[in-house]
């Protein structure tokens, strides 16, 4: 009867898997996994742009709470298509959830031209922030935050025409 | 900058050009439909075209390429008879033109996706104008 280590023998010189497979001995101990990698700067910026949706979505929430005659929803909707864009294209990093909370929560004005000037302000600074994410992004995520700023661009158009500066 | 890349640069700058000669020829249809401040405001609006042509033709010269010519005549994307048509052209355009600059954002130059960037915004502004309401994605298919 053949012995274990004959039995072996014999199959890995028929068996190109079993010769690799003795090729690739390494050391005895295998090396440690040291936590997840670190998050790449492009997934990084994709969070701080799906944070900052979150923000102007709750903006645009107490806005319409409080000054309901203003026809502001058809902006909230496109924001919401905007945050869900946004998530859609986050690989979510290890140990790292999506954020889906509010980090910034300013009051929202005393008065209607207040609030106007407070989401006008939002959008602005949100346009902002999107361009100079650009040059870190690849090529189809720079394309989605320039439709995004260009979109919010409109925004701050139609805010305008809304109520006084 | 290798001249692959460069090559791109070109190519989405050229389709930019094309976009705006298409604009140019467009308003001056649309605004012998047009009258009063909407005629007013398409020749404005043809007037920025007009600019940003230079503009694209200059930047493309710089870069060592020959700027594509506008054509004698374009095809409308649809018949062009009165004021509502021709507001909805006027809408079309600045699609069209959107469209060209968010494919300049694609290129690896950082300069040159600033400009598209920014470029994008004063075309879907005008297209909100004419289309009389906001998108989610300007410049993206739909």
Known sequence: ?165 | MTNRAAASDVAALQGALAAEHAAVYGYGVAGAMLSGAEQARARGDWIAHQEARDTLEAMLVKLGATPVAASPAYQLPFAVTDAKTAKALAAALEDGVTRAYLAVVAVQDRTLRSFGALAMQPPANRAAAWRGSTVAFPGMPT
């Open chain 1, 1 to 165: 009867m053949l012995s274990r280590r004959q039995l072996l023998v014999a199959s890995a010189a028929s068996s190109p898997v079993l010769l690799s497979l003795n090729a690739c001995k390494g050391p005895a101990v295998p090396a440690v996994l040291k936590g997840p990698p670190p998050v790449p700067d492009q997934t990084t910026m994709l969070l701080h742009a799906v944070t900052a949706e979150q923000n102007l979505i709750w903006l645009y929430d107490r806005a319409i709470a409080a000054y309901p005659e203003l026809a502001l929803s058809p902006l909230r909707s496109e924001h919401r298509e905007h945050l869900a864009e946004l998530r859609a294209r986050v690989v979510e990093p290890p140990g790292k959830k999506v954020p889906d909370t509010v980090t910034a929560k300013p009051a929202i004005g005393a008065t209607r031209a207040a609030a106007l000037a407070r989401l006008r302000a939002a959008e602005q600074n949100a346009v902002r922030v999107l361009l100079s994410r650009l040059g870190g992004a690849s090529p189809s995520l720079a394309q989605l935050y320039a439709s995004v700023a260009a979109s919010e661009a409109t925004h701050v158009t139609a805010l305008a025409a809304l109520g006084p500066s």
